[in-house]
């Protein structure tokens, strides 16, 4: 079997459970924006890798809604091209396309041609669902968002029978600071029941705690600005990443347990963790920018040297921040994250620093001082956890080196490719919103970092770094203060 979930189905080892997902109900996933990056970089392939595990119904259709004049027969050839691009980028090596699943998947992709604002495109969506079950996806601007859901609303779309579904998935970015995602989600609430909601944050479908000292938190990228310096000159790190995708991975770390998998309850402790963020203070805070340096053994230019990004820009590339929570299980345990483009390597990870042993065990030995033991979750590119420890080196001296114990999911699961999205759409078909947010969990998120955005861009607080670089000094300063330092991410 060749993808993800049917190869962690099929592959639940030793004393593993086999939990078989059942098949997705039937019904229509309309797409607008469906001639976009979005649709043919991820989702496409994350419907054809679906098929792949069998978890599509035969009722299952994709109708992609977009302005550009298209026919049935050239929207399946570009379909089918995004596919064939996909799999040839697989990790190892490029696989074919399943031609099977192609001709399951072809007859079942259909167009509609139309202006997201015009209420005839939603008649002729109408005229091809039916009565269905449908799931939305908004892979459109930010500013469509409203638009859409209004216009679904007028034409009935939304409107749930007594056993068919109507569902939303709403991309990022939500709202651009804590007032506009309020305003946001009140004017989705006019049309939509909150459970009809499906707030996606693709780091969610990734697959993948009191002696704690502090948590680290690192988003890091190599790629710079690519061709979005217009989303990115007003977006900036912060908006693009924190809010989002680095409150979710400290949320998924620091919550309670869940009284049960619920999705409710777990939004509930989600939300009382990111509520219980300390405000922050400005000497919390590092914004950087990314100067001209070398990434991969090539030379790149700085975010001002970027096409189409304001030669003064102020807009930051990085951000490193403190955070503390206000709760008896993390008083006095900061997490602090960091994420930045142009960095000196992609990683995403999660690391849990422990607190040193309080004495030293080997009295009158040169090991007078443990390291402390560090647990790493690792995110991307490669999945797994990582404990670093201490061993004593063999031989008769008494001398420590660190080690370190891993678990790697491509190793032990024989890994298919998979984007992230297979998940959370697979997730949204049988109704289960647990990965998705919540209003109020958006809410909380940008609630934590308002304070930075209300300090405005300052060209004092911008540090540069050059690109392919560890990130700015001030971030270094951060953790220094508290006799801490980063973990190195190149
Ligand atoms: C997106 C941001 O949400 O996440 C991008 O808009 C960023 O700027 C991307 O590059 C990172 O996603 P991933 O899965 O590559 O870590």
Request: aromatic residues 10%; hydrophobic residues 40%; charged residues 25%.
């Amino acid at each position: 079997m060749e993808n993800i979930i049917a190869s962690a189905i099929s592959q639940v080892g030793d004393g593993g459970q086999d939990y078989s997902p059942r098949r997705s109900p039937p019904g229509s996933f309309v797409i607008f924006g469906g001639g976009g990056d979005l649709t043919r970089r991820l989702l496409l392939p994350a419907i054809y890798n679906l098929a792949c595990a069998g978890l599509l119904d035969d009722g299952f259709g994709i109708v992609a809604v977009d302005r550009a004049e298209l026919s049935d027969e050239q929207l399946r050839q570009n379909v089918r091209a995004a596919l064939e691009d996909f799999t040839a980028r697989r990790r190892a090596e490029a696989v074919p396309l399943r031609e099977d699943v192609w001709e399951w998947m072809q007859p079942r992709i259909r167009y509609v041609r139309g202006d997201f604002e015009e209420p005839q495109t939603y008649h002729d969506i109408a005229g091809m669902v039916g009565e269905q079950n449908c799931i939305f996806y908004l892979a459109v601007a930010a500013r469509f968002f409203g638009p859409i859901v209004d216009r679904l609303g007028e034409a009935g779309l939304v409107r749930e029978g007594r056993h068919t579904f109507r569902r939303v998935i709403v991309e990022k970015p939500f709202g651009s600071d804590l007032s506009s995602a309020i305003a946001l989600n009140t004017r989705l609430l006019r049309t939509l029941d909150e459970q009809q909601i499906y707030r996606i944050d693709h780091y969610l479908g990734k697959e993948t705690v009191q002696n704690i000292d502090h948590v680290q938190i690192t988003a890091a990228e190599t790629v710079g600005v690519e061709q979005r310096a217009r989303f990115y000159e007003s977006t900036g790190a912060l908006r693009d990443m924190v809010p989002n995708h680095v409150m979710q991975l400290l949320a998924m770390t620091a919550m309670e347990a869940p009284i049960s998998f619920e999705a409710d309850a777990v939004r509930n402790e989600k939300t009382k963790v990111l509520d219980a963020i300390h405000p922050l203070a400005p000497s919390d805070v590092v914004r950087g920018q990314y100067a001209p340096g070398v990434v991969g053994g090539k030379e790149v230019p700085g975010y001002r040297q970027e096409p189409g990004v304001d030669p003064h820009s102020l807009t930051e590339t990085y951000m490193a921040m403190k955070f503390r929570i206000d709760n008896w299980r993390w008083a006095g345990v900061p997490f602090y994250v960091r994420t930045g483009k142009r960095l000196a390597a992609r990683k995403t990870e999660i690391a849990i620093h422990f607190k040193s042993a309080p004495y030293a065990l080997f009295r009158d030995t040169p090991v007078d001082r443990l390291t402390p033991n560090i647990m790493v979750i690792h995110i991307q590119p490669t999945e797994g956890v990582t404990l670093q420890f201490s061993a004593k080196v063999p031989g008769p001296a008494v001398r420590l080196g660190g080690v370190r114990m891993k678990f790697d999911y491509a190793e032990w699961f024989s890994e298919g490719p998979s984007t992230g999205y297979e998940t959370l759409i697979y997730d949204c078909m049988i109704g289960d919103a647990t990965l998705f947010q919540r209003a109020d969990n958006i809410e909380a998120g940008w609630r934590a970092v308002q304070p930075v955005l209300d300090w405005g861009q300052d060209a004092r607080s911008l540090a540069f770094y050059a690109a392919g670089s560890e990130g700015p000094e001030a971030a270094d300063a951060l953790l220094a203060r508290d006799h801490r330092h980063w973990l190195k991410i190149g």
